[in-house]
Each structure stands twice: as structure tokens, then as C-alpha cells.
């Protein structure tokens, strides 16, 4: 069997697509709280969304990541799982153990993930948190703003996703695309040894030796926990990540990634770099579990296989 396999790009794809379904009112919720003003806690935060906006106010902004994220989870999953085949298949040549090294091919896999993710995922997330955030009160934050900036935070500057993306690029050029890809990378590189090692060492776990291969329901379990794991240890850098990507809706506070934390620090202390883990944790259970479910039945349906593989 070749090392590289287009399979696991395809199933990436309908797990990416499912995730996004179950994980973006609460993602909404999570952005909310993280560069979003006078929402306090989760469950108040999600009450003030309900009364504004409605329900369609938790999938706001959707679209772009369903189109986007499907094929970002898509790149994420064939990256990783080609990278680990092929360095597993190294080893097994060179050592008659071939489980000699599955830890560290694990690791380098997903921090090989984790830096592709981080190039298509920045203007994904751009723009997903744009259109959540910029119908939230900024009029209330910026006292200080000039009467233009203040009259434009009454209506939506962005009309859609094609419309955000042609302002970002209008205004603050190309780069402005990667705004926050410094704090994406030092998220998403260790997020994602987080998240895979996490599932693979679960789903061995939870699997009897007797199995040829893990069950549907260890698949959603071992997922799960591992998405919780993940998000819940990127939290801190998560937050600087969302308030980076927010700024420049309506003006610009930050001048980068260490300015950013200093100024978040300095007007709200080390619990800002929390704000949010719970909303995080709790989402990133139901995303994950639908991520890798998604994943590996549609890798066993595609293969014809009659036991869910591991990544």
C-alpha cells in the first residue's frame, strides 16, 4: 500500500462539514465572550444573544466556515494521517518494532498539521469572527471613538463573507488576511499534538484487545475527550487570537501578539486569558466527537473496511 492516501482528505472533508453543524453556536458564544464587551458569564452571554438576535444569532457567520472548514479539516486530516503513515513506514524498515516510535511520529505529525492548518486557517477564522463579532456593543467599550466610528457600530459593516473578505483586503491589504497568525501558530502547533495523541492513545484505550478495530461509540468518546483536552488547554492563546482577529472592525488597539497580551493583562488581569475555557471545553467535546466520527466512518464507508480505523 502507497503512503500517501486521497482518502483521508475526503473523509476529513464530511467530518470538518459535521463539526462545524454541532460546534458553532457555541463557537459563537465562545467568540462573544472572548473580545466581545458586557456579556459576563456563558449562560448570560447566550441569553443576551437569544433576546438580540434570536437563534439565528448563534449561526451567525456559518456559511463561510461550512464552505471553508469542510476543506481546511479535509487538508488538517490528510496531512496528519499521510505524515504519520509514511514515518511509521520509515521506521518499520529501519526496526523490526514498528510501534518503536509511534509517539514521536505522532508528535511530528500533528505539529506538521498544525502548521498547515495555520495557513489555511487564519483568514478562515478572520473572517468567521468578523462577522460574529461586529454586531456586538462596541459603542458601549469606545467612549473615546471619533462620532463616525461610533455611528458605525449601529449598523453591520459586513454584508457577507465575500464582502468581509474584500473590505480586509481593501483596507488593510493582503496581510491584513493573517491578522493573528502569530497567535494561531503558538494555538494550533501544540493544540493539535493535544488533539491527536489525545484520540489515538483513547481509542487504544477504550478498545479490548479482542477488537480488530475500535466501535462507533469509542470513536465518539475518544474524539470527544481529546477535542475537550485541546481546546481546553489552547484557551489562553485562543483568547489573544479572537482579540486579534477582532480588532480593526471598528479600529485598531493592537499593535501584535505581545501588545495584545500586555494590554488585555494590564486592563483585566490573568483571568482574561481564561475567559471562555468553559464554553471552549464544552464545545470542543460534541465538535470533536462529530469531527472524528464523521471522519472515520466516511473513511470506512470509502474504503470498504469493516472496522473504524485509527487516523
Not at 475518544?222 to 480593526?248: C, E, F, H, N, Y
Request: glycine share 10%; charged share 15%; net charge positive.
Amino acid at each position: 500500500m502507497g503512503s500517501f492516501q486521497l482518502e483521508d482528505f475526503a473523509a476529513g472533508w464530511i467530518g470538518g462539514a459535521a463539526s462545524v453543524i454541532v460546534g458553532h453556536p457555541l463557537d459563537t458564544v465562545k467568540t462573544r465572550l472572548q473580545a466581545g464587551i458586557n456579556y459576563g458569564n456563558t449562560l448570560n452571554c447566550i441569553r443576551t444573544v437569544y433576546r438580540r438576535e434570536s437563534v439565528f444569532g448563534f449561526f451567525k457567520g456559518m456559511s463561510f466556515p461550512l464552505a471553508s472548514i469542510a476543506v481546511y479539516n479535509s487538508v488538517v486530516f490528510g496531512v496528519f494521517s499521510n505524515t504519520q503513515r509514511f514515518l511509521s513506514q520509515h521506521h518499520s524498515r529501519e526496526s523490526e518494532d514498528s510501534r518503536s516510535c509511534t509517539l514521536s511520529d505522532l508528535l511530528l505529525a500533528s505539529m506538521v498539521a498544525g502548521v498547515v492548518s495555520v495557513g489555511l486557517g487564519t483568514p478562515v477564522d478572520l473572517i468567521k469572527i468578523r462577522l460574529q463579532m461586529q454586531t456586538q456593543p462596541f459603542r458601549e467599550a469606545n467612549l473615546g471613538l471619533k462620532p463616525r466610528a461610533v455611528a458605525l457600530g449601529v449598523q453591520p459593516i459586513y454584508q457577507g463573507p465575500v464582502h468581509c473578505i474584500t473590505t480586509i483586503v481593501r483596507t488593510e491589504g493582503l496581510a491584513g488576511m493573517y491578522r493573528g497568525v502569530g497567535a494561531m501558530l503558538l494555538r494550533d502547533v501544540p493544540g493539535y499534538c493535544l488533539y491527536f495523541i489525545p484520540y489515538v492513545f483513547l481509542n487504544e484505550w477504550i478498545t479490548p484487545e479482542a477488537c480488530t478495530g475500535p466501535s462507533p461509540c469509542a470513536v465518539w468518546l475518544a474524539g470527544g475527550m481529546a477535542g475537550a483536552i485541546s481546546w481546553g488547554t489552547a484557551t489562553p492563546m485562543d483568547v489573544v487570537k479572537s482579540r486579534l482577529q477582532a480588532d480593526g472592525v471598528y479600529l485598531n488597539k493592537y499593535r501584535g501578539v505581545l501588545d495584545c497580551i500586555s494590554q488585555s493583562y494590564q486592563k483585566e488581569g490573568l483571568k482574561v486569558f481564561f475567559r471562555g475555557i468553559t464554553v471552549n471545553t464544552v464545545r470542543g467535546f460534541p465538535m470533536s466527537a462529530a469531527m472524528f466520527l464523521g471522519y472515520e466512518l466516511s473513511l470506512k464507508a470509502i474504503r470498504g473496511d469493516h472496522t473504524v480505523p485509527n487516523p
